[in-house]
C-alpha cells in the first residue's frame, strides 16, 4: 500500500524517458588502425615515396658529389661549386642521372616503411597517440625493414649519379657490372651503415613528426582541420631538417661505401664503419665528414613536408573511401 502511494505521489506525465540516440550501440566494435586497412598504409607510403624523392633527387645528387671522395667531378665542397660542376660537365640532365633506379625503389621501399611503421605504432602505443617512445622504436624497426628493400637500389642510384655515362650506361648496365665485377655484396656493402644511420634518423623523425603534429594542433584546434595539409608539412620538415643534421657524418660514410671505386673513387680495404671513417678523417679531416649537410638539410625538410603532406592526404582519400563503403554509398 505504501509503496503503490509513493509511486503514485512521485508519478508526473510531465517527465518522460530520453531515448537512446539512433546510432546507439551497446556491443563494441572494433575498426581498422586508423580507419584503413594496413594494404591502405602500403599504398599510400608508396605513393608518398615516390613523390619525396623524385621532387628531391636534383638536390640529392649534388649531395652526392659533395660527399664523395676523390676526383669525380668536383674538388670543391660548396653547394653552389657542386651545382655548378655537374651543370657545366653534364647540363640539366646530370642533375636526373640515377632517377630510375630511385624510381624503382622508393615505392616497394616506402611501402615496406610505413606498412612496418604503422603495424609497431598500434603495438607499441597501446593506444596512446601521446606515446613518443612508440613512435620512434616503431621508426626503428620500419627502417631496418626498408632498408633491406632501398639500399641495392640506392647504391644504383649513387653511382649512376657520379658518372658521365662512362662507367655505366644505365641501371640495368650498372646490375650487370657490378654483379661481375665485385660479386652480389657489393649492393649490401653500406646496409649495415645505412640503417646505423637511418636508425638515429627515423626515431629523431618520427618522434619530432608527431610531436610537432601534436603541438601544432592544439596551437589552434579550431582550424586544425581546415589547414591539416599545412600542419603535416610543417611538422614534417621541422622532423627531416632535424634528424638530417644527427646523422650526416653516417650518411658520408654510407656514399663512400656505395661509390667506392667509380670514377676515382677510393676503394676502402674493410667495410667497417671505424675503417671507412679514420680513412675519410686522415684523408680530409673531421670536417669532411659534415660535408654535405646544407643539401641534406635542402633534401630532408621539404621532402619529409612532402612526403607527410602526401602519406597524410593519401590516408584521408581511402578513410572517405572506407566510410563511403560502409555506408553503402559505393557498392
Not at 660542376?85 to 642521372?97: A, N
Not at 616503411?113 to 603495424?119: A, N, R, S
Not at 622504436?137 to 642510384?157: E, I, R, Y
Request: proline share 5%; net charge neutral; glycine share 8%.
Amino acid at each position: 500500500m505504501a509503496t503503490e502511494a509513493t509511486t503514485t505521489k512521485f508519478h508526473n506525465s510531465d517527465f518522460r524517458a530520453v531515448p537512446p540516440p539512433p546510432d546507439y550501440l551497446p556491443e563494441i566494435t572494433v575498426a581498422p588502425h586508423d580507419g584503413l586497412h594496413f594494404w591502405q598504409f602500403m599504398f599510400a607510403g608508396s605513393i608518398a615515396g615516390c613523390v619525396e624523392h623524385m621532387a628531391m633527387f636534383p638536390v640529392d645528387t649534388v649531395k652526392t658529389h659533395m660527399q664523395a671522395l676523390g676526383t669525380c667531378p668536383i674538388t670543391s665542397v660548396g653547394v653552389r661549386h657542386a651545382l655548378r660542376s655537374v651543370l657545366k660537365s653534364d647540363g640539366l640532365p646530370g642533375l636526373y642521372r640515377g632517377i630510375g633506379a630511385m624510381g624503382l625503389g622508393a615505392g616497394p621501399a616506402h611501402a615496406v616503411y610505413f606498412f612496418v611503421y604503422e603495424v609497431c605504432k598500434k603495438y607499441f602505443s597501446g593506444g596512446d597517440p601521446n606515446n613518443s617512445a612508440a613512435h620512434a622504436v616503431s621508426g626503428v624497426f620500419a627502417t631496418v625493414a626498408s632498408d633491406a628493400v632501398f639500399t641495392p637500389l640506392d647504391m644504383v642510384k649513387q653511382r649512376l649519379q657520379l658518372g658521365n655515362g662512362t662507367a655505366y650506361r644505365g641501371v640495368l648496365d650498372c646490375v650487370k657490372k657490378v654483379l661481375k665485377e665485385e660479386g652480389f655484396g657489393a649492393f649490401y656493402a653500406s646496409y649495415r651503415t645505412t640503417v646505423l644511420m637511418n636508425a638515429p634518423f627515423t626515431a629523431v623523425h618520427f618522434a619530432t613528426y608527431e610531436a610537432a603534429k601534436r603541438g601544432l594542433i592544439e596551437i589552434s584546434p579550431e582550424i586544425a582541420n581546415d589547414e591539416r595539409v599545412m600542419v603535416h608539412a610543417t611538422a614534417g620538415a621541422l622532423a627531416g631538417a632535424s634528424a638530417a643534421v644527427v646523422t650526416t657524418p653516417l650518411d658520408v660514410v654510407k656514399t663512400q661505401l656505395q661509390c667506392q671505386g667509380v670514377c676515382g673513387c677510393d676503394r676502402f680495404k674493410s667495410t667497417a664503419i671505424r675503417d671507412v671513417t679514420k680513412t675519410i678523417v686522415q684523408k680530409d679531416g673531421y670536417k669532411c665528414l659534415m660535408r654535405g649537410w646544407i643539401p641534406r638539410i635542402l633534401f630532408h625538410a621539404p621532402a619529409a613536408a612532402i612526403c607527410w603532406s602526401t602519406y597524410e592526404a593519401a590516408k584521408s582519400f581511402f578513410q572517405e573511401l572506407n566510410a563511403c563503403t560502409e555506408s553503402g554509398t559505393i557498392t
